[in-house]
């Protein structure tokens, strides 16, 4: 049973541009959330995902934004990237809190 | 402001003996607490959460110790073994609400 899936692993964008991540749940999770985790820093939350609609959404600008689809699957999406958008991307899925969130490896972001 | 704390970057265990991460909190209306362990290059990985109406959850080798009043939690992995080396994110939750993770506590289990 394959967990979560994000990709790509690795990116490498100039400022001002806009990146798109993407992330399939785990099978039988109906529930995205994003998270974005600085070095030294636990993850931030970013927003979720569920039924395709924005639940939550944490502190962070209008820039990101996402997406999911009928399958569960999602997009996160940066508009205008700065350097300090440079993180590791964490996408993690669910269907019941009592059992946490399974995450996925994440993507590296870095912005030059 | 870090609804989270996790106050000891890192520790240092002999391998054998028993590890304790500590955890605070500030928001009393959070009533589930995780932990969670990371690998280098890998997500988070879930590992044991309690309920705010318990206040001990064992499961194994872990076990999470959960003080209301005191706004503390800490986790206990005994006997501590070299796998368990890695950072260990402390988080929580109200309700069905965002997950809020603290800095995390980098294990080194030592030989």
């Known amino acids: 049973d394959a967990g979560v899936t994000q990709s790509p692993t690795h990116l490498i964008k100039t400022r001002g541009q806009q990146v798109t991540l993407r992330c399939s749940p785990k099978?039988?999770?109906?529930?995205v959330s994003w998270y974005q985790q600085a070095l030294g820093q636990g993850p931030q939350f970013i927003f979720q995902?569920?039924?395709?609609?924005?639940?939550q959404r944490g502190n962070f600008p209008d820039r990101f934004s996402g997406h999911q689809y009928p399958n569960y699957s999602s997009e996160l999406n940066v508009n205008a990237l700065l350097l300090g958008d440079s993180a590791l991307y964490l996408c993690a899925s669910s269907f019941d809190r009592s059992y946490g969130y399974t995450f996925g490896s994440g993507t590296r972001l870095t912005v030059v | 402001d870090q609804q989270v704390k996790q106050n000891s970057p890192s520790l240092s265990v002999q391998e054998g003996r028993i590890s304790i991460l500590n955890c605070d909190y500030t928001n009393s209306m959070f009533d589930y607490f995780l932990w969670y362990k990371k690998y280098p290059a890998e997500g988070p990985t879930f590992l044991i959460s309690i309920s705010s109406i318990k206040d001990k959850n064992e499961d194994g080798r872990f076990t999470v110790f959960l003080n209301k009043s005191a706004k503390h939690l800490s986790l206990h992995i005994v006997p501590s073994q070299p796998g368990d080396s890695a950072v260990y994110f402390c988080?929580?939750?109200?309700?069905?609400?965002?997950?809020?993770f603290g800095k995390g506590t980098r294990l080194h289990i030592l030989p």
């Open positions: 995902y569920y039924e395709e609609e924005e639940r």
């Open positions: 099978s039988g999770h109906d529930t």
């Open positions: 988080a929580a939750s109200v309700g069905d609400d965002k997950i809020i």
